[in-house]
């Protein structure tokens, strides 16, 4: 099983739609958790980063946590076709006790229409 | 905010030869710093981790001989392709952290590719 699981997608949807995506996770060493956005030969850049389980928001973003199922959520709403991005899941933990990882789900591509 | 600058970003060389990768922390002191490899519509795959003045910690799978990290300062850790060859033509990135912090910044990323 891989450490972190993420629907690639592709996802399509019309503009004003609110966007779901999600994670999974196999590893409870796993603390932190980030969501990234990734433009097309550019380096991801951070949206949000959580710690505990619960909400979190921050505009038009929100970040889930549920530590007990080991799955993570972010939503966009009212997207827009500046959202148009691959987004991926990212953790933080030191698996097995060994030195700290960043370990990144394969990532979603969305793609809003206008 | 924090900045990684990462150069070159795009590079083509030819097969057998060595290319370096430098990834600089702008404005700010990066204790931490992750070296990434990432295919097309592939996620970005962890290569090694390496921490200020000590050695790198590479995954497993990674050829500590041909993917040379070194991290001398707290603003600079250097990738070095080494004897390349055109399997590892990719988009490496870097990523740095400071202590306390646990937003990693990202390079714009390296196209290498070799020929």
């Known amino acids: 099983q891989k450490e972190v699981e993420q629907d690639p997608g592709p996802l399509s949807v019309p503009e004003g739609a609110i966007v779901s995506l999600n994670c999974t996770y196999s590893?409870?060493?796993?603390?932190?958790f980030m969501w990234y956005r990734q433009y097309s030969r550019k380096g991801p850049e951070l949206l949000m980063y959580?710690?505990?389980?619960g909400n979190k928001e921050d505009g038009r973003f929100t970040a889930q946590v549920d530590k007990s199922s080991k799955y993570i959520s972010l939503f966009i709403r009212d997207s827009q076709p500046s959202d148009s991005a691959t987004y991926l899941c990212?953790?933080?933990?030191?698996?097995?006790?060994?030195?700290?990882?960043?370990?990144f789900g394969k990532g979603t591509k969305l793609t809003v229409n206008p | 905010g924090a900045v990684v600058s990462q150069h070159p970003s795009r590079v083509i060389c030819k097969s057998g030869t060595s290319v370096k990768i430098e990834c600089r922390s702008l404005?700010?002191?990066?204790?931490?710093m992750f070296w990434y490899r990432q295919f097309p519509k592939q996620s970005l795959m962890l290569m090694a981790t390496?921490?200020?003045?000590?050695?790198?910690?590479?995954e497993q799978g990674v050829e500590k001989d041909k993917f040379l990290i070194n991290h001398a300062s707290l603003t600079l850790s250097t990738l070095t392709v080494t004897s390349a060859h055109p399997e590892d033509s990719s988009f490496y990135i870097c990523?740095?952290?400071?202590?306390?912090?646990?937003?990693?910044?990202f390079g714009s990323g390296t196209r290498l590719t070799v020929v």
């Open positions: 990523s740095a952290s400071t202590r306390g912090y646990y937003g990693y910044t």
């Open positions: 404005d700010f002191q990066a204790t931490t």
């Open positions: 590893n409870s060493a796993f603390q932190y």
């Open positions: 959580t710690y505990s389980s």
């Open positions: 390496s921490n200020e003045g000590s050695k790198a910690t590479y």
């Open positions: 990212a953790m933080i933990g030191r698996p097995g006790g060994g030195s700290e990882k960043l370990v």
